[in-house]
């Protein structure tokens, strides 16, 4: 029979820590992951109406240049 000490010794594994362990970090986080998707949100829909405005202007240039076309003119 083995005597305990000749037994093979298991790998320490460390205990699990929580991301952070002080609770009010995880207010803070929360809070700037909120006002961070906010601003996203916000910057998103200006965006929306800069490509619209953009797509609108490029629309109307190609109707002129089709236009141009069909009715023979050259540039």
Request: charged share 25%.
């Amino acid at each position: 029979m083995r005597s305990p000490k000749n037994q093979p010794r298991q790998p320490l594994t460390p205990r699990p820590l929580p991301p952070s362990t002080d609770p009010w970090q995880h207010v803070f986080w929360t809070g700037a992951g909120a006002g961070f998707a906010n601003w996203n949100a916000e910057w998103e829909a200006k965006l929306r109406k800069e490509v619209d405005a953009m797509n609108a202007e490029r629309q109307a240039t190609n109707a002129r240049f089709m236009e141009s076309i069909v009715k023979g003119e050259s540039k």
